[in-house]
């Protein structure tokens, strides 16, 4: 059977696309392959075309059980013996598959890389005994630290080659920059592979950026021009997914959640539904979508900003499969960008922590352009594109310009006269004039300092945002983002370039200047009613716990850390070390959410009383951190619950929460025992996605049927397991 001949029968396609046909005889001939297309261009056909033709078995490597299931589903369909090897099957099951592999009635096994390379690696001597006649690994930029999706595991595919040398290889993926393909190739040790770059361009999807002002009332107003129309909404958390969802259906439309949290059952039934036309609309989170091939969805439409420009160049690319004309809305305020940092930054990888936050700065720039946004996509993946597209809402608007040199010139010499050495703000309050003592006084002697005071606050954000956009001004710094010069810069100083602005920016968001207020109302009513839990519990009226001022002022100023709670009225070291962490996890669950920073600087500090004994405290920390846990462990062993015993205690519930996950890691504990085990596969997959360095983030993409004490429980039992 030929090629073309095995398209028309297993898939029904008459002509391959983009370099599809190309791909699949270098795999035919046995050799490596790296192919790089965009979503929708057949990235699946390029491996499993091939293993209906070889005689023998393809593994395909994949991130994501979903994804597994989906591909198997559509292969099973079309004729072709497929399955997927995970955790959550039952040795039953694990063993009809070893069955049907030693029989050869499988074409294609697809796996997580762990399940080849973990602790215990018995697989790979298993597949050894049989005819493996290729590997694919698709979303090959996760082996990448420099991709936007870098998964640790992945790093194990380098043995693929030792353990299997004389089988061809095909690593697949639809976006990577040069940076990151260098960097596939080299650590899958691929042998003299041929490499394919498809286009990156889908010239049938309009991609347009609008301020996020009223979200929902923006959203309806765009759904009810496309009633009949299929489509994703994508959102940051889980919560927001389903509460969107429901808002959807008291609107009229047929719309469903879907996020990994979600029973399988439910997410089963919620896609099918989807696909079947029954659902229009489905509101989710990134977990929807990989390996789903649905080709009449119409509009992608993201209600929260995308981490970096791959993950949201992969989810547009889910609308108009077909090739028809298709839709990519974004709704976006800068303070989602804020938001997005605190998932950006890895403790104690700070290398990882400035790429993803290099990302993040790239889509953030993505949502500010005035110019073609198709063109700035297509150079993000270093392919050249003219710089009207026609087809996205900054060219087929018209704006109107003026002469901004000396505006130009004003902002790049004051960063040049602070040394390129700080940050938008400071500059633009350097421009001002600004009499704040945040301004250093050996500054305002500079001849520079003022000469913009005619110029607005906003216009100046705008101005800069341009400057950089264009090329004139870069983002720079490694822990704090500053202003630097570009080789661009020089001409605009000398008068030898022109600048134009744009007259007046509609993509302005006209709220995100007003003054902050003296309080963040909906974060106070939130403290009262976790001191009113912690009241209960204690049995105590509420103000014993804190009192309403100390609220208040957690509420203003918005205290990150224990460090920063100290400073609040009202919290000495013994409330502090009870309820800190309770009281202080909803003000950093709020501040994720809000995109909203501590505004601790802006308090006056308290007066600190001289603690004798601290140090004699400090010393014996440990050895009583030792102790109070054993106490919690004996209490649960007698059969005592959590809250029981931090009554009993006089101490939090999350305290003795965090005793006992301890337990859990060192075994003394079964998981089972805290965590229920179908909430489990959820905090897992969460944890493995979005690490577990901060658990806040963790409990927003959750949502609420999820506590902190099951998410750390969790994490101490993958903990154990890694052992």
């Known amino acids: 059977m030929t090629p073309l001949s095995a398209l028309q029968k297993y898939f029904g396609y008459s002509a391959f696309r983009h370099q599809q046909e190309a791909i699949i005889e270098h795999v035919l001939n046995k050799q490596d392959v790296m192919a ?38 559509s292969l099973n369909v079309t004729g072709i013996p497929a399955a997927f090897l995970n955790s959550a099957q039952n040795p039953e099951e694990q063993r009809q598959l070893v069955e049907k592999l030693r029989n050869n009635q499988i074409k294609l096994l697809y796996l997580a890389p762990e399940r080849l390379f973990g602790n215990e690696n018995k697989l790979v001597p298993f597949l050894k005994t049989l005819n493996v006649v290729q590997i694919a690994i698709d979303e090959a930029h996760c082996i990448s630290s420099w991709g936007h999706d870098f998964r640790p595991e992945y790093l194990m595919l380098a043995q693929l080659k030792v353990e299997f040398p004389d089988v061809p290889v095909i690593a697949l993926t639809a976006t990577a920059d040069k940076l990151t393909q260098k960097d596939i190739l080299e650590k899958l040790n691929l042998k003299n592979p041929a490499v394919f770059v498809s286009s990156f361009n889908r010239a049938n999807i309009n991609y347009k950026v609008v301020p996020k002002k009223n979200s929902f009332k923006q959203l309806i107003g765009f759904l009810n021009e496309r009633k009949d129309e299929s489509g994703i909404i994508y959102c940051l958390s889980r919560k927001s997914t389903e509460a969107l969802a429901e808002d959807l259906k008291e609107e009229g ?72 004309a298709s839709e990519a809305l974004l709704l976006y305020s800068p303070g989602d960008a804020g938001k997005l940092q605190h998932f950006a ?40 594109f003219p710089p009207n597209c026609g087809s996205c809402d900054v060219c087929l608007t018209e704006f109107k310009r003026f002469d901004g040199t000396l505006i130009a010139q004003k902002a790049l010499s004051a960063v040049a006269r602070l040394n390129e050495r700080f940050g938008v703000n400071y500059v633009i309050d350097f421009l001002r004039g600004s009499k704040t003592e945040k301004i250093r006084e050996e500054h305002k002697l500079l001849k520079t300092y003022g000469i913009g005071a005619d110029i607005s606050k906003t216009d100046w954000q705008r101005y800069i945002r341009e400057l950089i956009t264009t090329g004139y001004l870069q983002m720079g710094g490694q822990e704090y983002p500053i202003l630097n010069l570009t080789p661009q810069s020089q001409a605009v100083l000398k008068g030898l370039q022109k600048v134009e602005f744009i007259e007046s920016e509609v993509t302005e968001d006209a ?48 205290p990150q850390s224990l460090d920063e709670l100290r400073l609040i009225s009202g919290f000495g070291d013994v409330k502090l070390a009870r309820y800190g962490r309770e009281l202080l996890q909803p003000v950093k669950d709020y501040s994720t959410q809000k995109g909203l920073a501590s505004k601790i600087a802006y308090k006056s500090p308290k007066r600190e009383r001289k603690v004798k004994t601290r140090s004699a405290e400090k010393t014996t920390k440990s050895r009583k951190s030792d102790d109070t846990r054993t106490q919690t462990l004996a209490m649960y062993k007698q059969g005592k619950g959590v809250t029981e015993i931090a009554s009993a205690r006089g101490l939090s519930p999350m305290t003795i929460e965090s005793h006992l996950s301890v337990f859990i890691e060192t075994g003394e504990i079964d998981i089972l025992e805290i965590v229920s085990e179908d909430k489990i596969p959820a905090i897992k997959d969460a944890v493995e996605s979005y690490g577990n360095e901060r658990l806040a983030p963790l409990k927003e993409i959750l949502g609420d049927n999820y506590s902190y004490g099951e998410i750390k429980a969790v994490i101490s039992w993958m903990n154990k397991g890694s052992e």
């Open 36 to 73: 790089l297309m965009p979503t929708g261009g057949g990235k699946s056909l390029c491996y499993q075309l091939p293993a209906v033709l070889l005689n023998g078995l393809t593994i395909v490597i994949s991130p994501l059980i979903a994804l597994m299931k989906d591909q198997v589903y």
């Open 511 to 558: 709220h995100i200047n007003e003054p902050a207020p003296p309080h963040e109302a909906e974060l106070l009513s939130r403290l009262k009613t976790v001191r009113h839990g912690i009241a209960e519990l204690e049995n105590v009226p509420a103000y014993i716990i804190v009192s309403d001022a100390t609220l208040l002022e957690m509420a203003t100023y918005l």
């Open 253 to 324: 439309f047929a719309a469903e959640a879907y996020h990994a949290g979600l029973n399988n059952e439910v997410k089963a039934r919620n896609q099918e539904a989807f696909l079947r036309d029954d659902v229009k609309i489905m509101v989710a989170t990134i977990a929807f979508g990989m390996g789903i091939n649905k080709s009449n969805v119409r509009y992608v439409v993201h209600i929260d900003l995308p981490k970096n420009i791959e993950g949201y160049y992969q989810e547009t690319g889910r609308a108009g499969r077909d090739g028809l």
């Open 345 to 384: 930054r890895i403790d104690g990888n700070e290398e990882q922590s400035r790429i993803m936050l290099n990302k993040l700065n790239d889509m953030v720039k993505y949502c500010q352009l005035q110019s073609c946004r198709r063109q700035y996509l297509m150079n993000y993946f270093d392919e050249a």
